[in-house]
């Protein structure tokens, strides 16, 4: 089975380029010239991995790509291409996996998105895979240990208990006799 890639890009020279160097790689690759026409895309096919642009016909475009992505029910692989290199964890609050820098010799891009589908492929394996029954019979303990709901119990608890406390350890005040 061939794994599908969409390209999102404004530059044309850029989504033919890519487009065949992928195909040539035995990747089955469909373009989007912009943010809106990738989005409807995402909706009406699945891809094992969108390639998208950071800026497009606005500097967010990138972003609502990878949000439309994040959402897709089949979970494909993500990658920021940019000309524009953002920091590590600016990408990564974005949602994307990867950031792709171009331009890029075709070695390395295929490299990066090979080994950026692999890891994707193996995070989806341990997504997908059943839990352990004894993690799975101990999980509902875990949880019910850390509901909120019992924490504001106990310090409502504590908060009787202790003004009960302090008036058997405390003395009455004594008045004065002096005036």
Known sequence: MKRRILLVDDEVAV?????????????????????????SKLRNHEYHMVISDMRMESDASGAEVIRAARSAS???????????????????????DKMLVKPMHTRVLLQQIEALL??????????SSPAPKAATAAAPKVAAKKTPAKKPAKKAA??????????????????SSKR
């Open 15 to 39: 989504l033919l380029t890519l487009k065949a160097v992928l195909e040539i790689s035995g990747f089955d690759v469909d373009t989007a010239a912009s943010a809106r026409e990738g989005k």
């Open 74 to 96: 089949y979970h494909p692989a993500v990658a920021l291409l940019t000309a524009f290199p953002l920091g590590e964890e600016d990408w990564l609050s974005l949602g994307a």
């Open 118 to 127: 692999a890891s994707h492929e193996a995070k989806l394996k341990i997504w």
């Open 158 to 175: 504590k908060k009787v208990a202790k003004p009960s406390l302090k008036g058997k350890a405390r003395k009455p005040p004594v008045k």
